[in-house]
C-alpha cells in the first residue's frame, strides 16, 4: 500500500513536474522575447512615474477645472522651486522692492475698471480658489510626459529658436538662428539696457493644424549674444497641443540661461520660478478669448527686474504679482537685458509638403485692424531708473511677411501698438 502510493504519488508528482518545467520554458521563453523590450518600457514608467512625484507635490486642496486640469493648491514652501539646491535655505520675497511705474499710470483707474468689466478669468476659478499661503499649480498628467520626446525635455521647448532680427550681426550662432520651421511676427527694440518690459496682448484661440505645432504670443526679455548663452525670460499666451493635450489658449512663461539647452523650463515645470500668487496658475487655461467681429479681450503682462535683489518679476493684469525669477538662474540678465522683442511665433513643420494653416494671433492679417487682427498695445520698457517709457526706435520682423505679418503704429490711448498674425498657408503663402 505504502509502496503503491508512494509510487502513484511519485507519478503524480511526475507530472506535476512535466506541467512545471513546461510552464517554466513557457514563461522564460517569453521573458527571453521580451527582454528586448519590457525593461526599458517599465524603465520609462518608473522615470515618468519618478518625474510625476517630483512636479505633483501633495496638495492642499484640489480644483477641477471645466477643461479636464487639476488644479493643486500647495503649500508655498513646497513648490518646486525649493528642490533647486542653490534654494534650500532661500527666504521668500513676498513683494518686490521696486515697482516700475510711469506712462499709463494717469490711465490706471480707467484701465482698471475697464478690466473689471472685460474681466479675463482662468478657466477653473469658476470651481473655487486656492487658499492663503498655497499656490495653484496645474497637475502634470502621465499622458502629458508621455507626449514629449523624452521625460528629460518634458517641459522644454523641442527646438531653440529666437526671432533673429536682420540688424543682429552673423556671428550668433547658427543652430540658434536656424529657424527650423518656426515663424515670427515681432517688434523689437535692441541696444541699450532694458530693465523690463510690459505689454497688453489681444488674446485669442488660434487654430493648430498638427498637434506638433503650436501658436504663441509673448514678451522676450533676451540676454546675451545669440549663442549658447543666450538668456531669455518669456511670458505670454499659446496653443500648444503637445504640450497640453488639447487646443486651449493657456498662460505660459518659459526662461532659459543656456539658450534651452540645459536649463529652464515652462511654466512650474521645473526648479527656478518662485511663486508668490495663489489666483493665478501658469500653464492653466484663459477665459474668455476674443472673437472676430465680436467681443475683445486682453491680458496685461510686465516683467521687471528689482534692482536691489536682482531678481525677475512678473505681474499679471494690474494687480497679480505672480513671482519672481531668482538673479541667480542667469548670467548676463544677471545684470540686465540687452533685448525686447513682443509678438507671436508659430512652428512650420510643413505637412505635406506645404507651408501650415496653423494661425498666429487671430488668424487674420495685420491690415484687418481692431476686433479682426491680434494686436499688443501700450507697449512699454523699464529703464535703469524704474520708469516705463515708450520704447525707441522699434523694429519689426517676420521671416514671411506673406504667411504672418506685423505692423506698428502709435497713438495717445494706445502709446506704441502693433497689430500681427495672419493665416500660414494661403495663395501668397503656399
Ligand atoms: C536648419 O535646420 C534644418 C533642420 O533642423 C536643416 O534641414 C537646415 O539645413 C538648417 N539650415 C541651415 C541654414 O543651417
Ligand atoms: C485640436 O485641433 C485640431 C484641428 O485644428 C483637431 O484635429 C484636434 O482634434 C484638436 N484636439 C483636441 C484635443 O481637441
Redesign the pocket.
Known amino acids: 500500500m505504502a509502496v503503491a502510493y508512494f509510487s502513484r504519488s511519485r507519478k503524480r508528482i511526475g507530472l506535476n513536474n512535466g506541467v512545471f518545467l513546461f510552464i517554466f520554458i513557457v514563461l522564460s521563453l517569453t521573458s527571453l522575447s521580451c527582454a528586448a523590450r519590457q525593461p526599458p518600457a517599465s524603465r520609462q514608467k518608473l522615470q515618468v512615474h519618478k518625474h510625476l512625484k517630483r512636479l505633483n507635490k501633495p496638495p492642499v486642496k484640489t480644483i477641477e477645472s471645466p477643461d479636464g486640469d487639476k488644479i493643486d493648491c500647495i503649500h508655498i514652501s513646497h513648490q518646486p522651486a525649493f528642490d533647486h539646491p542653490f534654494l534650500k535655505d532661500h527666504k521668500i520675497q513676498m513683494r518686490p522692492n521696486y515697482h516700475p511705474e510711469g506712462l499709463y499710470d494717469s490711465e490706471k483707474v480707467k484701465t482698471e475698471s475697464k478690466e473689471r468689466e472685460n474681466s479675463i478669468h482662468q478657466l477653473w476659478h469658476v470651481n473655487g480658489m486656492c487658499p492663503e499661503d498655497t499656490i495653484p499649480i496645474r497637475r502634470t498628467k502621465e499622458d502629458d510626459v508621455l507626449r514629449a520626446s523624452s521625460v528629460k525635455r518634458y517641459g522644454k521647448k523641442k527646438q531653440s529658436s529666437i526671432p533673429l532680427p536682420r540688424s543682429i550681426p552673423k556671428s550668433a550662432d547658427p543652430d540658434l538662428v536656424n529657424e527650423s520651421g518656426h515663424q515670427h511676427a515681432i517688434a523689437y527694440v535692441e541696444g541699450d539696457k532694458f530693465y523690463g518690459a510690459k505689454a497688453t496682448m489681444n488674446v485669442w484661440e488660434p ?3 498638427q ?1 506638433n505645432e503650436f501658436s504663441l504670443s509673448q514678451i522676450w526679455i533676451l540676454g546675451g549674444s545669440f549663442g549658447e548663452d543666450l538668456n531669455s525670460i518669456e511670458a505670454g499666451w499659446q496653443v500648444s ?1 503637445d504640450l497640453y ?3 486651449n489658449t493657456r498662460l505660459f512663461t518659459y526662461w532659459t540661461s543656456d539658450a534651452y539647452q540645459a536649463t529652464g523650463c515652462y511654466n512650474l515645470l521645473c526648479s527656478g520660478f518662485i511663486q508668490i500668487n495663489n489666483n493665478i496658475a501658469m500653464g492653466a487655461s484663459i477665459s474668455p478669448v476674443s472673437a472676430y467681429r465680436n467681443s475683445q479681450y486682453d491680458i496685461s503682462i510686465l516683467v521687471w527686474k528689482d534692482q536691489k535683489e536682482g531678481n525677475w518679476w512678473m505681474q499679471f493684469g494690474n494687480g497679480y504679482v505672480l513671482g519672481y525669477w531668482p538673479s541667480f538662474l542667469f548670467s548676463y540678465l544677471a545684470d540686465s537685458a540687452s533685448m525686447i522683442e513682443w509678438g507671436g511665433e508659430v512652428v512650420n513643420s510643413e505637412p505635406d509638403g506645404q507651408h501650415t494653416s496653423t494661425q498666429m494671433g487671430s488668424g487674420q492679417f495685420p491690415e484687418e485692424g481692431f476686433g479682426k487682427a491680434s494686436y499688443f498695445r501700450n507697449i512699454q520698457v523699464v529703464d535703469k531708473e524704474n520708469n516705463l517709457k515708450a520704447p525707441k526706435d522699434i523694429g519689426t520682423f517676420t521671416e514671411q511677411s506673406n504667411c504672418y505679418d506685423v505692423q506698428t503704429g502709435s497713438n495717445s490711448d494706445w502709446g506704441h501698438y502693433f497689430y500681427y498674425g495672419g493665416p500660414g498657408k494661403n495663395p501668397n503663402c503656399p
Open positions: 487654430k493648430i493644424q498637434s497641443p493635450g488639447d487646443n
